[in-house]
C-alpha cells in the first residue's frame, strides 16, 4: 500500500528510484483513490484509457537511466479541460465543447511530455475558465474535498481537488484573474502563477490572452518549482511566450515583504486578517523585513480586469459559431444557426461576460471603457516596478475569505467576482504569485485552510520560491 497523503513528487521520485514502488504501483494506486473519491468530488471529468501504458513507458525509461531519468517521470497528473493533449476530449467546461478532439499538444503538454509523467485524466473547471467556486461546470460542480459542503475554488477547482483528494500528485491549471491560486488556497495547497510568457499558452483554450497563464498546482512549493522548471521556457508557437533571460539582477537577498496599503481598504475577513499577520510574523523570525509598500492604483485592480478580461473574452468566444468546433445547432439560416448554437452552447456566466465584453468594445463606449482601463492597467503595472525597487516580494492573503459555502455566491455575480480581488493585480502587472497555505481558521466546528499569497518582479519565480519554502517551513 504506497500512503498517498503524505507523499510529495520528489518523495516519490526517490521512491521510483529505489526501486521501493514502480510507477505502475503508483498509477494503480492513483486509480483507486480516483475511484473512492471522485463519485463525491466530481474533480475528473475523464481518466484516461491509456494510464497504463504511460506508466509502462515510465517504467522502463526508469529502469534503463535511473537517477539520470527526467525530474518527472512516472509522476501523476491531473490537467485542466481546456489544455490540449493531442487526440483527447477538452471541452473546457462547457456543452459547445463537449465533443471537441484536441489535434495538437498545448506547448506546456510537449514539453512535460519529455519528462514521460502519467496524464491520468481531464479535470473539471467553470465553463471557460469563468468562475471562482467550480459551480459553473456544464459538468456538475465539483466539491472541496476537505469539506464536502464548500466550494473547492475556481476556475480550476478540479484540478486543485484532485490533488487536495490525493487523486494526483500534481495538476495544471490556468490563471486569468486567479484561477490557479484561489483554488489552491481553498483547497489547502501550493499553486503558481507564473510571469506572463514564462509558460506557453499555445494550446490553452483562450479566455482573456493578455491575462492567461497555465500554472502548476501540487502539495509543496518544491513541487511546484519542479513542474515550473518543465512547463516554462520559449515556444515558437506563442510569440509573447519567452526564455527566461539571465537575471541580471542578483541583489544580495535583503528579503525585505512589502504589504501593500491597499489591503487596509478591503474587506478581508478577521480570522483570514489574523493568519496573514502570524505568518509575516512567522517569516519575520526567520530574518524577513515587513514593511508598507504604496500602490494607489491597484485599488482598481478588480474593475479594471471586469473590462478588458470580458472584452478579451468576447473576442475569443466569437470562434465558436457552430461551423469550425464543437456544437452545431441547426437554424433557419445561417445567422440562426450561429443564434440557436450559441443559445444552447453556452452557459449564463459565459453570456454574461458576452455581453460585457462586446459593450464596453462597441463604438461609443469603446473609448470611456475598454481605453480608459488599458491605461489604468499600465499605471498599475508600471506601480508595482516601482513597488518592487522597495520589497523583494509584495504579500497579501490569497483570499480575502476562507472557503465559502456551495451556492452561498451563485445567485449574485458581484460577491462572485470580489473572490478575485487579491489575485486579479498580478494579472494586471503580468507579474509571477504564488499562493502557500498559511494555517487554518475555525468554521462550523471544522478547520478550514487559508493561503498567503507572494508577489514577485517579472521573471523571479525564484524569489517567490524562496519565500515560499520559508513560510512553508515556518507553519
Ligand atoms: N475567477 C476569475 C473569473 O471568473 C478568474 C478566472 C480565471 O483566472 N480563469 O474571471
Avoid: W
Amino acid at each position: 500500500m504506497i500512503e498517498l497523503k503524505s507523499l510529495t513528487i520528489s518523495k516519490a521520485r526517490k521512491h521510483l528510484i529505489d526501486g521501493d514502488f514502480t510507477a505502475g504501483d503508483l498509477t494503480d494506486a492513483y486509480l483507486k483513490r480516483i475511484g473512492e473519491k471522485n463519485p463525491d468530488i466530481n474533480a475528473y471529468l475523464e481518466v484516461f484509457d491509456d494510464v497504463r501504458a504511460q506508466a509502462e513507458k515510465a517504467d522502463r525509461i526508469l529502469k534503463e537511466n535511473g537517477d539520470k531519468s527526467p525530474a518527472l517521470c512516472g509522476i501523476p497528473f491531473a490537467t485542466k479541460d481546456n489544455i490540449l493533449i493531442r487526440e483527447r476530449t477538452a471541452s473546457c467546461g462547457s456543452k459547445i465543447l463537449e465533443h471537441y478532439r484536441a489535434t495538437y499538444d498545448a506547448g506546456a503538454i510537449r514539453k512535460l511530455k519529455e519528462h514521460n509523467p502519467v496524464f491520468l485524466g481531464r479535470a473539471n473547471m467553470d465553463e471557460f475558465a469563468m468562475g471562482s467556486s467550480n459551480e459553473r461546470s456544464a459538468y456538475g460542480l465539483v466539491r472541496n474535498p476537505l469539506d464536502e459542503t464548500r466550494a473547492p475554488g475556481g476556475s480550476s477547482g478540479g484540478p486543485a481537488a484532485a490533488v487536495a483528494m490525493d487523486g494526483a500528485l500534481a495538476a495544471l491549471g490556468s490563471d486569468t484573474g486567479g484561477s490557479v491560486r484561489q483554488p489552491a488556497s481553498f483547497c489547502g495547497i501550493v499553486g503558481l502563477k507564473p510571469t506572463y510568457g514564462a509558460v506557453s499558452r499555445s494550446g490553452l483554450i483562450a479566455m482573456a490572452s493578455s491575462f492567461d497563464q497555465i500554472g502548476p498546482l501540487a502539495k509543496t512549493v518544491e513541487d511546484v518549482r519542479l513542474v515550473y522548471e518543465a512547463i516554462s521556457g520559449n515556444d515558437p508557437k506563442d510569440s509573447t511566450s519567452f526564455s527566461k533571460p539571465p537575471v541580471a539582477d542578483r541583489r544580495p537577498q535583503t528579503k525585505t515583504i512589502g504589504v501593500p496599503d491597499y489591503l487596509e481598504k478591503m474587506e478581508i475577513d478577521e480570522d483570514v486578517r489574523k493568519n496573514f499577520d502570524d505568518a509575516l510574523e512567522a517569516l519575520k523570525d526567520r530574518g524577513y523585513k515587513v514593511k508598507t509598500v504604496s500602490l494607489p492604483n491597484a485599488t482598481h485592480s478588480l474593475a479594471v480586469y471586469y473590462i478588458l478580461m470580458p472584452a478579451e473574452a468576447s473576442t475569443n468566444l466569437a470562434r465558436f459559431d457552430g461551423v469550425k468546433y464543437g456544437l452545431r445547432a441547426s437554424g433557419s439560416d445561417l445567422f440562426d444557426d450561429y443564434v440557436k448554437t450559441r443559445g444552447e452552447g453556452f452557459g449564463a456566466e459565459v453570456k454574461r461576460r458576452i455581453i460585457l465584453g462586446t459593450y464596453v468594445l462597441s463604438a461609443g463606449y469603446h473609448d470611456a471603457f475598454y481605453a480608459k482601463a488599458v491605461s489604468a492597467r499600465q499605471s498599475i503595472a508600471r506601480e508595482f516596478v516601482d513597488a518592487f525597487a522597495e520589497a523583494d516580494v509584495i504579500a497579501t492573503p490569497t483570499t480575502p475569505t476562507p472557503p465559502f459555502k456551495l451556492g452561498e455566491k451563485t445567485a449574485d455575480p458581484l460577491a462572485m467576482y470580489l473572490a478575485d480581488v487579491l489575485t486579479v493585480p498580478a494579472n494586471i502587472a503580468g507579474i509571477p504569485a504564488l499562493s502557500v497555505p498559511a494555517g487554518t481558521v475555525i468554521r462550523d466546528g471544522g478547520e478550514l485552510p487559508v493561503g498567503i499569497q507572494f508577489m514577485g518582479p517579472h521573471y523571479r519565480e525564484d524569489v517567490l520560491f524562496a519565500v515560499g519554502e520559508a513560510s512553508e517551513a515556518s507553519r
